[in-house]
């Protein structure tokens, strides 16, 4: 008799979550995409190891595209890479997908993660501390920092390099607290900590996603990588409490005029909305810890990308080069921010590295009302993917998708293509707000370093050798380079 009544619950307890999602499963019904399996859905199809992750995935869902949708459990995701429905989507959805949940930890309520009605009152109050005055106040300490890695990289000439990144990366975080915080790298003596937090933090985080059972909370909160986890969210916060902790030491101590630049960058700015009640303490930890470590590591991995590139395409390198001794002839003299907005080609050399390889491979958002995307509708309570990698490399859009051809970014050839078939840094209301400063830097750190050394990689002959980890950002794993001292 128990076992009967057993089974009726259970029967009724799976009617009552179809009922609650009959308008989802009515549209679900309607988009194409592989079948899954009840209470489990269609997350096994891409299973898959973490070295072969991402092969596996974007050659999974490029078989789908345009637009397919599969289940994770009882959560709907619906992948897209037309450009219209992009566009719709990121016009329409601000909020997040209940996938950020796993980054609460170490990101909370930030401007990447936080819902929409949190996310529009901190980038008000951000925005600000973004304008072309201030960015532009950045420039000489990104000249420094450049020159500093050259130095590091000159003891290095000839030999073949593999670590090179962690170089980068240790200087992308000496620019971000140099310009951010207004607090002096050499100050903060756990900087260099910063690196290997985000690169632990996103390595738990990948193996939780490859592991089953640590999906599901409460295995999660048991096991040792939580523990873990948690160690490297509190040692985070507490770096991010000391750079806050010496820019309010400042402020006191040398009376700051609140009218200069320095004044009314990010963490400045923050600060003394603080004292003015409009953001807390707390709020201001999280989006201080979030914005150090994602702009120094976005601008580094990016970086990187294009020095493997330019390694790999020698011609292309030579043109880049040219075009840097016909701006910035004199070698000595740091570049203006005129002379930087000159080099087009080089611009054009990032923006095709981005279009390849964009550090954020997807972009996820979650649907609070229906979004009519004909002949589909995404159904209110769904979660939609914009998978970046395919959708620039849609062969509709960008002929020889794989090829690396700076000249699709030519003002002629992008005047063809809908605004939302490219969008590295995200779209709309809620784009990426470090855009003009990313690409500043690593024009900066390209345009130094190429004016410096001729860069040749070790056993890669096109962009398709390059091999990629994904660690939540895109990462290359096979990069080797060879720095050759240029004579002049």
Not at 8 to 16: D, P, W
Request: glycine residues 2%; contains cysteine.
């Amino acid at each position: 008799m128990e076992i009967w009544i057993f089974i009726c619950a259970v029967i009724f307890v799976i009617i009552l979550v179809l009922w609650k999602k009959r308008w989802l499963l009515y549209h679900a019904w309607k988009i194409p995409g592989p079948y899954s399996v009840p209470l489990v859905g269609s997350a096994f199809l891409l299973s898959a190891t973490k070295d072969n992750f991402f092969d596996l995935v974007c050659g999974k869902m490029d078989s789908w595209r345009p637009v397919t949708k599969f289940w994770v459990g009882t959560q709907l995701y619906i992948p897209t890479t037309r450009p219209t429905d992009v566009e719709k989507i990121l016009t329409n959805c601000l909020n997040r997908s209940p996938f950020c949940d796993n980054f609460n930890d170490i990101m909370k309520d930030t401007l990447l993660t936080s819902k929409g009605s949190i996310w529009k009152e901190h980038r008000k109050m951000i925005n600000p501390s973004f304008n072309s005055k201030i960015l532009n106040s950045y420039h000489d300490t990104f000249v420094k920092c450049s020159r500093e890695m050259v130095k590091i990289l000159d003891d290095k000439e000839g030999v073949e390099q593999t670590d090179f990144l962690r170089v980068i990366w240790e200087k992308t975080v000496d620019g971000a607290l140099a310009t951010l915080t207004n607090v002096k790298p050499h100050v903060v003596k756990k900087r260099q900590r910063i690196i290997s937090i985000t690169v632990r933090y996103e390595q738990i985080l990948i193996q939780r996603f490859h592991t089953i059972w640590l999906l599901i909370d409460f295995f999660w909160k048991l096991s040792n990588l939580h523990k873990e986890h948690k160690i490297l969210c509190e040692t985070s916060h507490e770096i991010a409490k000391n750079i806050i902790a010496e820019e309010y030491m400042s402020y006191e101590t040398e009376a700051r005029n609140d009218d200069t630049i320095e004044s009314k960058r990010f963490l400045p700015n923050l600060t003394k909305l603080n004292r003015t009640k409009q953001i807390t303490r707390e709020e201001i930890l999280e989006e201080t810890n979030f914005m150090i470590t994602v702009a120094s590591e976005t601008s580094a991995l990016t970086v990187n990308t294009v020095l493997t590139i330019l390694g790999i395409y020698s011609d292309i390198q030579e043109r880049v080069y040219q075009e840097l001794v016909s701006v910035l002839p004199d070698m000595e003299k740091s570049p203006t921010q005129e002379e930087l907005n000159r080099l087009n080609y080089l611009e054009r050399v990032v923006k095709e590295t981005l279009r390849l390889v964009p550090t954020i491979p997807l972009i996820l958002r979650y649907a609070d009302e229906d979004i009519k995307c004909d002949p589909y509708v995404f159904p209110a309570g769904s979660n939609l993917v914009i998978p970046l990698v395919l959708l620039h490399r849609d062969p509709d859009v960008w002929p020889e998708p794989e090829k690396f051809d700076p000249d699709r970014f030519l003002p002629d050839e992008v005047a063809k293509r809908h605004r939302c078939s490219y969008i590295p840094f995200s779209f709309g209301a809620r784009n990426c707000i470090g855009l003009r400063f990313a690409m500043m830097e690593v024009k900066i750190m390209v345009a130094t370093i190429l004016r410096n050394f001729k860069l040749q990689t070790v056993g890669m002959k096109s962009f398709k050798d390059m091999q990629w980890d994904y660690m939540v950002m895109l990462k290359a794993k096979n990069s080797r380079l060879r720095f050759e001292k240029r004579k002049f």
